[in-house]
């Protein structure tokens, strides 16, 4: 079969389990999971990809809800890997989208095993957990479940079309200050004021930011404040994220806001315990598989946007994967431009005709950029050339 034929194959092939896959989405989408714990999100996508074939592994690099699908061809190499998430946000559900991210990525997969013979190498379905808080492809990239992957791929839904945006580096710090009880009108001075350390410190964030580059966001909240108002706190603790346009400066800004706790510490008298988490990293879009992803998203009839200068950025995990290989994270439009993720509107537009039918492009779109990847080597050649160079160059 020539390439246009499988192309064709694999597209008619989405369409034909159009209504499956709608069923799929729907159905994660009315049983949001947190982070670690989508038993049953993970469950339904690999029994769906099982139904069709695929060779499934539940359970992988000792994650539970992480997984892996598999569909071979002639050769066990190249692989191409389509990654799947599917957790949801705490209380507000899958105003991520996340739904149509994990579909979209078995369909990819069920698509590609269809036409598997045909191809030279070896298409893996990825399912990896926690993306909103967790990093679960940090995890499994530590334990090597990406080693015989050449290249990734994943599509998350958007207000836009575009295959280039990039993303914020991201990393989180947790404060704790520890000052001491009293009886708040009694004896206030034989108190420490822990809850004031906190507030303290937001406010040296605030006279801080300024000062930071525009690309900056630091942004927290108080997780504990204390028990009652004629106590003096004693204990009090927020979280904080930051980010920036790179790694290198995400560090800087966060040791800055580390400096503002310390701050508030001396002026309280509290003590200040923290910890940071390795956050995620910014995405490298790779140029070779964002131009062949919009090709085939042209050749399906939809627009491609450039990003804007001032384009909205998140974080997400997989900027991690494709600093380590060649990656793309391309974005669907599902919603009239202007809505963000993680709002009630965007939960409504995941699971929206426009968002299915978003969901049902991606996987198309991925599927197509699969076969061009593996039976075209020079793509790969030229995708990982890019990322050795653009590591290079950092
Ligand atoms: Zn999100
Ligand atoms: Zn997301």
Known sequence: MNHAQLKQQAIAAIDSLRAEFIQVSTTLHGNPELAFKEFKSAALLCDTMEKHGLKIQRGIAELETAFRGETRGAHSSPTIAILAEYDALPDIGHACGHNLIGTAAIAAGIALQRVVKDLPGRVIVMGTPAEEGGGGKLILLERGAFKDVDA????HPASRTMTTRGSLASTRLKIEFIGKASHAAAAPEDGINALEAVILTFNNVNALRLHLKSDARVHGIITNGGSAANIIPEYAAATFSVRAASQKYARQVLDRVVACAQAAATATGAELKFSTKPGYSEIIPNPTMARVFAENLRALGIE???????????????????????????????????????????????????????????????????????????????????????????
């Open 152 to 155: 990734a791929m994943m599509f």
């Open 304 to 394: 491609v946007n450039e990003p804007r200068a001032n384009e909205r950025m998140g974080s997400t995990d997989m900027g991690n994967v494709s600093q380590t290989i060649p990656a793309i994270h391309p974005y669907l439009a599902i919603t009239p431009n202007g809505i963000a993720g993680h709002t009630v509107a965007f939960r409504d537009a995941a699971i929206s005709p426009a968002g299915m039918q978003g969901m049902l492009d991606a996987a198309k779109a991925m599927a197509m950029t699969a076969i061009d990847l593996l039976r075209e080597p020079a793509l790969l050649q030229n995708a990982k050339a890019e990322l050795k160079k653009t590591r290079n160059e950092n």
